[in-house]
């Protein structure tokens, strides 16, 4: 079955960098787009980033542009999520997950996604 397993969270301080991962398997995953997501309790969770099926095309929500960088590697299953320049506002746990069609380029709609993984937890201290 599909699985995805996100790693690399951790506590940082505001200005620190830190790089997620997030293993895939159960599909072939060089066919589908991918996202990072985000979710603080209390608050909508955030789409963060997409990357689309042939990492052509990338998205960026505002708060993140210049400082997060998405990437995927087909050889090894695997999404990174980049973060540099670390914010408190960053805090949350930081979710992949896998667009619902396949050769996509990356929706920038929550509900196009599915099978997110268990989250990794990011928190960041000023």
């Known amino acids: 079955q599909v699985r995805l397993v996100e790693s690399g969270g951790g506590s940082a301080q505001a200005g620190d960098s830190l790089t997620l991962s997030c293993a895939a398997s159960?599909?072939?995953?060089?066919?589908?787009?991918l996202a990072w997501i985000r979710e603080v309790p209390g608050r909508e969770r955030q789409l963060v980033a997409t990357i689309s099926w042939d990492s052509r095309e990338k998205f960026y929500v505002d708060a993140v542009k210049g400082r997060f960088t998405i990437s995927r590697d087909n050889a090894k299953d695997t999404v990174y999520l980049q973060m540099s320049s670390l914010t408190p506002e960053d805090t949350a746990v930081y979710s992949c997950a896998i667009e619902r069609w396949p050769y996509g380029l990356g929706s920038r709609t929550l509900v196009d996604y599915d099978y997110w993984g268990q989250g990794t937890q990011v928190a960041v201290a000023s």
């Open positions: 159960g599909f072939t995953f060089s066919n589908y787009a």
